[in-house]
């Protein structure tokens, strides 16, 4: 089993900075793929970026302004988001999966984080 628990979220003005922390523990060498999603009220959780041996991946939404990264001795993950918009307020939550797959469903990830909120103010 893996657990991850994400910290950082928080409330923010439009084109601001905030840096999420996904910190995983437990059988952290099955780990093959790090991610985020974010879920809004009354949508579906959606992609964000992934990590994955130095590989990665964005939404088209964030490109340019969120990036993701990795500490492997901290088994933790981090996104970094700039420019910060309205649309981006969110749930977000890290994920992690095993495996020789990389990947953007949600579906395909058995470990989740709890969630942290991030709020944006216009």
């Known amino acids: 089993q893996v657990q991850l628990v994400e910290s950082g979220g928080g409330l923010v003005q439009a084109g601001g900075s905030l840096r999420l922390s996904c910190a995983a523990s437990g059988r952290t060498y099955s780990i093959y793929v790090m991610a985020w999603f974010r879920q809004a009220p009354g949508k579906e959780r959606e992609f964000v970026a992934y990590w994955t041996g130095g590989v990665t991946d964005y939404a088209d939404s964030v490109k340019g302004r969120f990036t993701i990264s990795r500490d492997n001795p901290a088994n933790t993950v981090y996104l970094q988001m700039n420019s910060l918009k309205p649309e981006d307020a969110a749930v977000y939550y890290c994920?992690?999966?095993?495996?020789?797959?990389?990947?953007?469903?949600?579906?395909?990830?058995?470990?989740w984080g709890q969630g942290t909120q991030v709020t944006v103010s216009s």
């Open positions: 994920a992690a999966k095993g495996g020789g797959l990389r990947t953007t469903a949600s579906n395909d990830y058995p470990y």
